[in-house]
């Protein structure tokens, strides 16, 4: 689309060409925009910017978002999908930013609160709590295993294929085991999985959805994202499966109630003696 509109650009009314300048300059924002704030920053009327849309072949504004958006897609392979070698910094910042707000809204608009549920049930009544995680997933996981330590559950996370199968075989009834994949389709990980089942074991999956993680589990957390990971270095999915770490601790501490705060508060104060105090803290 891009390039149709580069194309395109001497051909068009003296109005339209003020759309296409805009859209060149800042896709992003177009894509995100409104037809009124489309046509207050480009100067125009509003019906100026749905002819234009119709000069680049589309249908209206909804579908030249649509295409503008699959022209966005290809960026600079294993490094970020919307980027490109020439853009300033700035436009890396703007579009790193938006990429990542628009996946966080897009997977708060699609969780399924009775999974949700169902994961803060099997994790507030575990008897042990095991996160496992492979690559990026296992730095994740090891994350996770912070959080939840500190809730008087014993908590690990294991990143290694042949201590995550060891470990999962050791598992029982009242253990849950947390699989973090953004394929949810690597070959240990499941196997690890099938294993915990096995043995009696619960299996919470944050994965993406019709994976076959997601078909194995006892309860899936879906974390879909338009990310490109075989391509593309992950980052949004990263971000979106610490949300979805941060909403089962946060509903997990909820249920255990008022005796967790003081737990909460004791850990806190066995780390105050490690920090350098302020001077402003030293005075009062």
């Avoid at 949300?243 to 105050?272: C, F, H, N, T």
């Amino acid at each position: 689309m891009l390039e149709r509109i580069r194309a395109q650009l001497p051909d068009l009314s003296a109005a339209e060409r003020k759309v296409a300048e805009l859209a060149l300059a800042q896709p992003y924002t177009v894509m995100q925009a409104a037809v009124a704030d489309i046509a207050a920053s480009a100067g125009v009327s509003q019906p100026t910017v749905i002819r234009f849309c119709r000069s680049m072949g589309c249908s209206g504004l909804p579908d030249f978002k649509l295409k503008l958006a699959g022209s966005l897609v290809t960026g600079v392979p294993y490094v970020h999908s919307s980027v490109r070698p020439e853009d300033p910094t700035s436009e890396v910042a703007a579009k790193v930013f938006d990429n990542t707000v628009s996946a966080l809204l897009k997977c708060r608009n699609e969780v399924n609160p009775a999974a949700v549920e169902q994961a803060v049930d099997l994790l507030s009544n575990a008897r042990r709590i095991e996160f496992y995680g492979l690559g990026n997933s296992g730095i994740i996981a090891a994350d996770a295993q912070h959080k939840f330590f500190r809730f008087g559950i014993p908590t690990v996370a294991y990143a290694d294929t042949h201590i995550q199968t060891m470990a999962a075989s050791v598992l029982g009834a009242g253990d849950v085991m947390v699989a973090i994949s953004n394929s949810g389709r690597t070959v240990e990980l499941l196997g690890a999985v099938e294993v915990a089942l096995n043995a009696g074991a619960s299996v919470v999956a944050i994965t993406s959805s019709g994976s076959p993680l997601a078909r194995m589990a006892t309860v899936t957390l879906v974390a879909d994202t338009r990310e490109d990971t075989e391509t593309f270095s992950p980052m949004i999915s990263r971000i979106v499966h610490l949300v979805m770490i941060d909403i089962l601790a946060v509903g997990v501490a909820l249920r255990q109630g008022p005796a967790l705060i003081a737990q909460l508060e004791k850990s806190k104060q066995s780390l105050r003696g490690k920090r350098l105090r302020l001077p402003e803290q030293e005075d009062s």
